[in-house]
């Protein structure tokens, strides 16, 4: 079954072990093997490093006459959780997943987060089987595709911190506001404030990802007519 992922992923993993560690989530690994160390964690960790040098790197080489900020907004863009993950559905990711009985039934199969956060140990996975060489191919046959879709960039942070920043003397400050379920599966709520005033909030699996969600928010409520969709 995982010969056609590795069809669609453009690459075959040697070590097969390899390959299940990147598919299994935290839940699958602690119920298997009460470890989950034993999970995609370590290896999207890695991943995430890959993916941003490789995306910046094709940036930089591609676009030497955008400035510092736009770069860093494209990149936010490729590399968003909405965008991986969407990639991922195209790749039916979501049948590969090694998950436990609670995030089986939970519907962890189609959760944007972990789909996101495996396309990431699958890159690094790569990495560790074939090379750098290896996981670029995955990244520029996937994703870097992304960029001729997507003219307009979202990193939601950056992109509120300059709309506010057109007046003088105008502060953000980000406040986590709670955090819940169990450790394989956490969700965070952070709020976004304007010179000490709520101005947006959001969530999401991790606090950055809640972030940039809270961003997303302030920036719908405070300059609609900026507002513009990672999609």
Do not use: W
């Amino acid at each position: 079954m995982q010969k056609k992922l590795e069809q669609a992923l453009g690459y075959t993993y040697r070590d097969r072990q390899l390959l299940e560690t990147a598919l299994s989530h935290t839940s699958y690994a602690n119920e298997i093997f009460k470890d989950n160390l034993h999970s995609y964690e370590r290896l999207e960790f890695l991943g995430d490093s890959i993916l941003g040098f490789v995306t910046a790197d094709y940036l930089f080489r591609t676009f030497p006459n955008k400035h510092e900020g736009e770069l860093t907004r494209i990149r936010a863009e490729l590399v968003c959780e909405k965008n991986l993950a969407a990639i991922a559905e195209r790749l039916n990711l979501g049948d590969y997943l090694l998950l436990g009985n609670g995030e089986e039934h939970g519907g962890g199969r189609h959760r944007s987060g972990t789909l996101c956060d495996v396309m990431e140990s699958l890159i690094a996975a790569a990495y560790l089987d074939g090379g750098f060489e290896a996981a670029k191919g995955i990244v520029q046959r996937l994703i870097l595709p992304e960029l001729a879709q997507k003219p307009k960039s979202q990193d939601y942070k950056t992109e509120l911190q300059e709309l506010v920043q057109r007046q003088k003397d105008q502060v953000l400050h980000y406040e986590l506001v709670a955090e819940s379920g169990p450790d394989h599966c956490k969700e965070f709520t952070v709020r976004v404030l304007l010179n000490g005033a709520p101005v947006g909030s959001g969530s999401g699996s991790s606090k950055k990802r809640a972030e940039q969600a809270a961003a997303e928010e302030a920036i719908r409520r405070l300059f609609p007519e900026n507002d513009s969709d990672c999609e």
